[in-house]
């Protein structure tokens, strides 16, 4: 398991703080590294969850329907808009966003994620361990996993990291305290996004069980993709 851990751990940095323009190319190699791996450790296609294509595309494409109308419901709620600005979405232009949107989401997060976590580590461990060892231990490294792109999101977004803390605001002058009160916001925003992504990692993992890679693949593409489409909306409505 060292090896594959290893080799996640790797492409996370990379993709996270050294090269995340090209973590596309970083997540099929590590993808392709971490599935050599698994192949010569002696887990088969089905057992890292390349099965039941059919029955996963309409389950994928049922749940994607649900994170789309979850979108929408939190776009019309005036309060819930300010949560859904996120800089990485609003600071690039339309050519960026068509990029997140068709590669940077699908190849470079949601391929190496489902295929490494829910695919390899959870087939090595289930199959030494048994279902629930391995839906607990994919989904703890898939929460860990999430720490540095947490630390991004909260800089990113300001009102995610003021609502992570219960500090009051505070006038301009005490301008060292809010530092104070926005690092702990980051802090508890990334500790609540690791407790979180483990909390969806069980879902993931289950319907990884139930209906192969493809199901927790598209809910989780639906999940990104559409995060980046509805910050710019939001973006654009008032917020009362």
Same mark, same amino acid.
């Given at each position: 398991?060292?090896?594959?851990?290893?080799?996640?751990?790797?492409?996370?940095?990379?993709?996270?703080?050294?090269?995340?323009?090209?973590?596309?190319?970083?997540?099929?190699? @590590?993808?392709?590294?971490?599935?050599?791996?698994?192949?010569?450790?002696?887990?088969?296609?089905?057992?890292?969850?390349?099965?039941?294509?059919?029955?996963?595309?309409?389950?994928?494409?049922?749940?994607?329907?649900?994170?789309?109308?979850?979108?929408?419901?939190?776009?019309? *709620?005036?309060?819930?808009?300010?949560?859904?600005?996120?800089?990485?979405?609003?600071?690039?232009?339309?050519?960026?966003?068509?990029?997140?949107?068709?590669?940077?989401?699908?190849?470079?997060?949601?391929?190496?994620?489902?295929?490494?976590?829910?695919?390899?580590?959870?087939?090595?461990?289930?199959?030494?361990?048994?279902?629930?060892? @391995?839906?607990?231990?994919?989904?703890?490294?898939?929460?860990?996993? *999430?720490?540095?792109?947490?630390?991004?999101?909260?800089?990113?977004?300001?009102?995610?990291?003021?609502?992570?803390?219960?500090?009051?605001?505070?006038?301009?002058?005490?301008?060292?305290?809010?530092?104070?009160?926005?690092?702990?916001?980051?802090?508890?925003?990334?500790?609540?996004?690791?407790?979180?992504?483990?909390?969806?990692?069980?879902?993931?993992?289950?319907?990884?069980?139930?209906?192969?890679?493809?199901?927790?693949?598209?809910? *989780?593409?639906?999940?990104?993709?559409?995060?980046?489409?509805?910050?710019?909306?939001?973006?654009?409505?008032?917020?009362?």
């Amino acid at each position: 398991m060292l090896p594959i851990i290893a080799v996640l751990a790797a492409a996370n940095v990379l993709n996270n703080r050294v090269a995340p323009r090209l973590a596309p190319l970083t997540s099929a190699a @590590a993808t392709g590294a971490l599935v050599a791996l698994a192949r010569r450790r002696g887990l088969s296609w089905r057992d890292m969850g390349f099965t039941d294509g059919r029955r996963g595309a309409l389950a994928g494409a049922a749940l994607a329907a649900g994170v789309a109308a979850g979108y929408a419901a939190a776009v019309a *709620h005036p309060r819930v808009r300010p949560l859904l600005y996120d800089e990485r979405a609003l600071g690039i232009s339309r050519a960026r966003l068509a990029e997140e949107i068709l590669l940077q989401v699908p190849v470079g997060t949601v391929l190496l994620e489902e295929v490494g976590f829910r695919g390899v580590v959870y087939g090595l461990v289930e199959r030494s361990r048994g279902r629930l060892a @391995a839906t607990a231990v994919s989904s703890g490294l898939f929460g860990l996993w *999430h720490v540095l792109p947490a630390i991004a999101m909260a800089r990113a977004n300001p009102a995610v990291a003021t609502l992570a803390t219960k500090t009051p605001k505070r006038g301009k002058s005490d301008t060292g305290a809010d530092e104070n009160s926005m690092k702990m916001g980051v802090v508890n925003c990334t500790v609540g996004t690791v407790l979180a992504t483990a909390g969806a990692g069980v879902i993931f993992s289950e319907l990884r069980r139930r209906y192969g890679l493809l199901a927790p693949a598209m809910l *989780h593409s639906a999940t990104n993709a559409f995060g980046y489409v509805t910050s710019r909306i939001a973006r654009r409505l008032p917020r009362n």
